[in-house]
């Protein structure tokens, strides 16, 4: 197996052992599948190298998942699957909103709340169940580093409601009391964003994004992307 590989800077710094732009590999591949795969040896990059080679010298893989909105309009139109995604800004204000982790229980339910309804399961799962990807970030906490601003830590919580939690907007102290989650963000980090994907069946999910403690303020966005199509709604206590 061979993998394609671009450095993000886009210049002439490339992988230069096997299967690289100069390698002697290549001249034993037929002209018409270089063709196909889109074969150039320019100075811009972009690189082959083979699948082993990549497990060797690379230990981490992050994923980027692009939002419907950063896609061509011919893209959007060729009738390929795409992510669906909803989002939402918020903010943590001190005394009111800025409940801190779960771990401090009787503010904890302060916090902004947000309810997403996972309409049907992806079409290739056999387990009937949803992706869906949770990515929450801060906002404006880089730009005012130098006015000794750092990121906070930050991280959020999923649970699932019942048609009877409905009734209920947004969830008071007793519903986290007794509630476990069914999802959660790997880690409480200070970094700008936090990111985890799971597979839940459909059905309604309370989403509770926060600081790790309490009383810290900032304001934050919030994406929930989703295979199949979901609804999103924003309850706040205050």
């Known amino acids: 197996p061979m993998i394609r590989m ?28 270089k063709q196909e795969i889109g074969l150039t040896f320019d100075r811009d ?19 980027c998942n692009l939002s419907p909105d950063s896609l061509t309009e011919e893209q959007q139109n060729s009738g390929k699957r795409r992510w669906e995604m909803s989002m939402f800004e918020g903010e943590w ?41 949770v990515a929450l970030m801060q906002k404006n906490r880089r730009s005012k580093r130098n006015m000794g601003m750092e990121c906070l830590t930050i991280g959020f919580a999923i649970y699932h409601l019942t048609d009877e939690d409905m009734q209920t907007k947004p969830q008071g102290l007793s519903f986290f009391k007794y509630r476990a989650s069914v999802g959660r963000s790997p880690h409480f980090i200070n970094t700008r964003e936090v990111c985890a994907r799971f597979k839940l069946p459909p059905g ?35």
Not at 18 to 29: L, M
């Open 6 to 33: 671009r450095n993000p800077w886009g210049n002439e710094a490339e992988w230069n052992g096997p299967w690289s732009d100069s390698s002697p590999e290549w001249r034993y591949i037929p002209e018409d599948q």
């Open 45 to 63: 990059g972009e690189f082959w190298m083979s699948f082993q080679d990549f497990l060797n010298h690379f230990d981490r893989v992050e994923i």
């Open 93 to 133: 204000t001190q005394g009111m909103t800025a409940g801190g982790c779960r771990n401090f229980l009787d503010t904890f339910w302060h916090n902004p709340q947000y309810v997403i309804t996972l309409m049907d399961p992806d079409e290739d799962d056999d387990d009937g169940k949803c992706t869906v990807i």
């Open 204 to 238: 309604h999910y309370l989403i509770v994004p926060s600081t790790f403690d309490p009383n810290e303020e900032g304001e934050f966005v919030i994406r929930v992307f989703s295979e199949t199509q979901n609804n999103m709604e924003s309850f706040q206590y205050y």
